[in-house]
């Protein structure tokens, strides 16, 4: 089993910034495609982001793009979510996860493999 593991969550006011880290534990595990997720309360589970390794494509949700990068560092296996102007909206456990090999759409939830445990991302206004 591969463990993802994330940093940079925390609290933040609105149309302030976070950067959102996610590598694998298991610096030799490469993947085709990571991707963000998020799930506010009461609230189905969200796609935010998502990055193919080989190539760099991007996706984004409409509700984050122009606001949010998602970027990946392949020298050291770790990609990257920066998020810019915050709204209370976006407050939500955000999940890292991760296709191994390339399994459909990077946009939904079933297509990977390996998720994070979450980071709470709390944004004041």
């Known amino acids: 089993q591969v463990q993802l593991v994330e940093s940079g969550g925390g609290l933040v006011q609105a149309g302030g910034s976070l950067r959102l880290s996610c590598a694998p534990a298991?610096?030799?595990?490469?993947?085709?495609?990571m991707g963000w997720f998020r799930k506010a309360p009461e609230k189905e589970r969200e796609f935010v982001a998502a990055?193919?390794?080989?190539?760099?494509?991007?996706y984004y949700s409409d509700s984050v793009k122009g606001r949010f990068t998602i970027s990946r560092d392949t020298a050291k296996n770790t990609e990257y979510l920066q998020m810019n102007n915050l709204k209370p909206d976006d407050t939500a456990v955000y999940y890292c996860?991760?296709?191994?090999?390339?399994?459909?759409?990077?946009?939904?939830?079933?297509?990977?493999?390996?998720w994070g445990q979450g980071l709470q991302v709390t944004v004041s206004s």
């Open positions: 298991e610096r030799t595990f490469t993947s085709d495609v």
């Open positions: 996860a991760a296709q191994a090999y390339y399994n459909g759409d990077p946009t939904y939830f079933a297509s990977y493999d390996y």
């Open positions: 990055i193919t390794w080989t190539g760099g494509f991007t």
